[in-house]
């Protein structure tokens, strides 16, 4: 196979909340049996297919960062890990649907990769509110991703659920909330699959397509917001 041009996805949220699953699952199309504890990055990789079924449609790698630790970490471990949040393409946000200080904590993350963790008072309060102006003027695209949808009760998921909505409307994004031991939830055509599909569509348009002069550092090719199988590196 030629060699296909990529974009580099984070995937950034508290340990715990299943994000190496979710990488295993997008790439592999496969639930992990025995998931671990991410020590530094692991990176896998899923290909994908830019405006499928259109005369436009081209093949891409996405390159999937699963970024290990906690949001909590002290100074020394925050800024090894931001060797990882270089030129980045678009973030992936995990939370547990279960823990509801995992969706609070998104955040932090997000604005720790966004090079903004100078200013962690004021950001978050209790009731999940937060200072708007911190992400103001992002223009990586985001998509929120909640997992262990199956360990809430149906009677309860109505509640939860409207409950984490808000973080998607916060960070002007699409959500998606699955169980990543259950292939279906992102099965072809469904809205799942069709969300994932619109972000990476999104991801590739603004690193290859939507080019401006207005470049942050570490995040090239920023503008205004709107499976397959490869190699596992790992980078402790």
């Known amino acids: ?29 496969q639930v992990l049996g025995n998931p671990s504890w991410t020590v530094g990055c692991s990176v896998d990789v899923r290909v994908h297919d830019y405006k499928e079924g259109t005369p436009e449609e ?14 909590g970490s002290a100074s020394s471990v925050k800024s090894t890990r931001a060797v ?22 998104l955040y932090r ?21 937060y200072d708007r102006e911190q992400f103001a003027d992002n223009q990586i695209p985001l998509l929120v991703i909640g997992t262990k949808l199956d360990q809430i009760h149906e009677n309860k998921r109505h509640e939860v659920l409207t409950r ?48 401006d002069g207005n470049q942050i550092p570490g995040f090239p090719d920023r503008k205004r917001f709107g499976g397959g199988t490869l190699k596992s590196l790992h980078y402790d």
Not at 11 to 28: A, E, F, P, R, T
Not at 109 to 129: F, H, I, K, Q, Y
């Open 84 to 105: 990882f949040y270089n030129s980045v393409n678009g973030i992936i946000l995990v939370h547990d649907l279960t823990n509801k200080k995992s969706s609070q904590n």
């Open 109 to 129: 993350w997000s604005l720790e990769a966004l090079n903004r963790d100078l200013v962690p008072t004021g950001v978050l309060v209790t009731n999940g509110d």
């Open 58 to 71: 081209k093949t891409y790698y996405i390159e999937l960062w699963d970024v290990g630790g906690s949001v």
């Open 164 to 211: 984490t909505a808000f973080l998607a409307e916060d960070f002007n994004a699409e959500e998606i909330n699955l169980d990543c031991t259950n292939p279906r939830y992102l099965a072809a055509g469904s809205s799942n699959a069709v969300k994932l599909s619109r972000f990476f569509d999104k991801v590739i348009e603004k690193r290859y397509f939507l080019r």
């Open 1 to 29: 196979m030629a060699s296909l041009d990529r974009v580099k996805v984070l995937v950034l949220g508290d340990s715990g909340v299943g994000k190496s699953s979710l990488v295993h699952l997008l790439c592999q199309n």
